[in-house]
């Protein structure tokens, strides 16, 4: 039987939310009953943005999503995270989220799931490693197996002559410092695959919690 992948992110201006959707394709192409969610905003960030043209807009084309819940992370064999970087960290409201979960962490209701973690930066190296090197820290702390991307399953990423995201820790984009940049083929490539060996790394994992 396969696996249920719950695939969460946040996303201030889309780019998250882009990688989220090439997650889900892989997920899905690998046999994964998936669920997309996305984490509640915070009021302050809200009413700090209410004028952000390009804020709004995004939030717009992902409203249509219910937001994750406990019972989500209850339901998954295996959780996709996705962030912007907030100086080298996730941002504050997956944390947020994050820091609601002690019920599940108390009862180990999370262990051993396969997690893993993508990421959107505005510039090359403003925290494509860090944030999801960081991001790893609570998710040991739930008991959870981490899933990466290694370079192997896209040789492109050895291309350096042009800037791209993408690193062993996991997928990223570049979304430039006025996020004007999109995802490059090889940040969709790597964000599917990492929906398809999440989906494979939790299929097994199931009758190891049995
Ligand atoms: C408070 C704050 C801190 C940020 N810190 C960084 C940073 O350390 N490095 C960086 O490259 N981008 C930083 N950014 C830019 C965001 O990471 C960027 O807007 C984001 O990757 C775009 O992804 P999204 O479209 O999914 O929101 C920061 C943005 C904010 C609001």
């Known amino acids: 039987m396969s696996a249920k992948i719950l695939i969460t992110f946040y996303s201030t201006y889309g780019h998250t939310f882009q990688l989220a959707q090439s997650v889900r394709e892989g997920a899905e192409q690998a046999g ?10 915070l009021p302050q960030a809200a009413e700090a943005m209410k004028n952000d043209e390009n804020y709004q807009a995004a939030q717009k084309s992902m409203a249509h999503l ?3 819940t406990h019972d989500d992370l209850r339901w998954a064999d295996g959780i996709a995270w996705g962030t912007p970087t907030r100086y080298g960290n996730m941002a504050a409201q997956v944390k947020q989220f994050i820091d609601t979960t002690s019920p599940l962490w108390s009862k180990g209701e999370l262990e051993d799931k396969a997690s893993g973690v993508f990421v959107s930066t505005a510039t090359q190296h403003g925290g494509q490693e860090a944030t999801i090197l960081s991001f790893h820290i609570p998710l040991l702390h739930l008991g ?4 990466g991307s290694p370079y192997g399953q896209n040789p492109t990423l050895f291309n350096v002559s042009e800037i791209h995201g993408g690193s062993p820790y996991g997928p990223s984009t570049i979304a430039g410092g006025d996020g004007s940049l999109q995802p490059k083929e ?3 490539i790597m964000s599917k695959r990492l929906g398809e060996r999440l989906t494979k790394v939790a299929t097994q994992l199931k009758s190891l919690r049995k």
């Open 186 to 188: 090889g940040d969709l």
């Open 144 to 147: 959870m197996i981490l899933v």
């Open 66 to 68: 219910e937001e994750v």
């Open 32 to 41: 994964a009953e998936v669920r997309l969610r996305r984490v509640a905003e």
